[in-house]
């Protein structure tokens, strides 16, 4: 039985392929919600539009410090397996619940499968690289997106035989959901934007939106990108962000700051915009994926394909940087390769858990 754990609504996203695979195929698997993300737009409604199982295992976590959270989704980690003992665990990407249930399956001898493994920013005041470094060198089958995650594994000494490289889930999640998503979808409709004239915007970063100085230079920035495009920005925003934007009372004009959407209204929204700015690590790769060029407001990526590809450049919080991104970036066509696969990694995922776990 493999136990599949998911927390936040990345790893919702990106494990659903592997989720509708296990289905598929009839697989024994239980699927473990941490609850590190709670919050109707930020969890339940990816079970409703993705049509996911009810988790077996809800913890209930909730929000808290980093050591507070770990600790709680470890313990409550750990009671489910003294019953269940699954065969192994699959976690996805670099979060606190990432790093919770990788301890855990390693402390109590489950074989562990790190799914979006190998990726590296090399900046370990990330909370997130260093939650992906753990979960990496306990896991026993590392499932990397690319070529590159797989030498940032082999170059840490991880050995090559534990490392499938399957391509991105997101690009699987991506083809699995886009069409159905413009078909049923009005959101440009419900935003009263038109396609290609308007910008997208996500940011969440702690090292971004937890400091003043950052969140105001990104906020000011962006005032200053509909002021000089004359175009709608659009602005989903993380709860966290909102805490801060709040907190720090950050005056916003010119922005249409909404709550966090679905993601099929978010991909629709993405697929059409005329440009991309964000944090996120996902919305890189989705925006690598649908040809939309992508300003990151970081000062490193561990996504650095996106960049490769000419799908993405990387110009920090400061506004005169973001606006020579947004300024490079915006006339790019498009036209470049995906390098997150052909969209069968949940396929390839299960296949290798089958062949060799079971
Ligand atoms: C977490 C992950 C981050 C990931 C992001 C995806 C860690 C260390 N961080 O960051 O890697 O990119 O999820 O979105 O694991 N909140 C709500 N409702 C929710 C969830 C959060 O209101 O459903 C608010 C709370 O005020 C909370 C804050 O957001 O304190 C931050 O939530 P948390 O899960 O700690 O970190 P994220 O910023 O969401
Ligand atoms: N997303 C969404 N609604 C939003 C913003 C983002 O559905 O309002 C989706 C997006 O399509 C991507 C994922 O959330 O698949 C990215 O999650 P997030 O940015 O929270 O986390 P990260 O990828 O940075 O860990």
Not at 67 to 94: C, F, H, K, N, W
Not at 153 to 161: F, H, N, T, V
Not at 207 to 229: F, G, M, Q
Request: proline share 5%; hydrophobic share 35%; aromatic share 6%.
């Amino acid at each position: 039985m493999i136990s599949i754990i998911v927390g936040t609504r990345p790893e919702i996203i990106k494990m659903s392929p592997i989720i509708r695979e296990c289905q598929r195929r009839d697989i024994d698997f239980s699927l473990l919600h941490t609850g590190q993300h709670y919050s109707y737009e930020m969890d339940r409604i990816f079970f409703e539009e993705l049509n996911l199982p009810v988790p077996d295992h809800h913890l209930d976590v909730g929000s808290g410090s980093h050591a507070g959270q770990t600790g709680a989704i470890m313990s409550g980690i750990g009671r489910v397996y003294e019953d269940e003992r699954p065969d192994m665990v699959l976690v996805q990407g670099d979060t606190n619940t990432v790093l919770a249930g990788s301890l855990v399956a390693a402390k109590m001898k489950v074989p562990l499968g790190h799914v979006e493994a190998g990726l590296r920013s090399y900046d370990r005041t990330m909370p997130e690289e260093v939650n992906r470094v753990v979960a990496d060198h306990v896991g026993d089958w590392l499932f990397a997106p690319t070529e590159k995650a797989r030498e940032n594994l082999l170059k840490e000494g991880i050995d090559d035989s534990k490392i499938l490289v399957t391509g991105n889930t997101i690009v699987d999640a991506v083809y699995q959901n886009l069409e159905m998503a413009k078909e049923n979808g009005d959101a440009l409709k419900i935003f009263e934007v038109r396609q290609k004239d308007y910008f997208l915007v996500t940011a969440h970063r702690q090292e971004n939106v937890d400091k003043p100085d950052k969140l105001e230079h990104i906020v000011s920035a962006l005032t200053e990108i509909h002021d000089r495009y004359n175009l709608p920005v659009i602005f989903p925003v993380h709860p966290r962000t909102r805490k801060m934007i709040d907190q720090f009372q950050i005056p916003v004009n010119g922005i249409n700051l909404t709550e966090p959407i679905g993601f099929f209204s978010f991909l629709q929204l993405e697929s059409e915009a005329r440009l991309v700015l964000t944090d996120s690590g996902g919305v890189q790769e989705e925006c690598c994926i649908l040809g939309v060029p992508c300003v990151t407001l970081r000062e490193n990526t561990e996504r650095p394909e996106t960049v490769d590809v000419g799908a993405n450049c990387i110009v920090g919080t400061e506004p005169g940087r973001i606006l020579g991104g947004v300024q490079d970036m915006i006339g790019r066509s498009g036209g470049w390769s995906n390098p997150y696969g052909d969209g069968t990694a949940g396929v390839e995922i299960v296949g290798c858990c089958m062949n060799q776990a079971i």
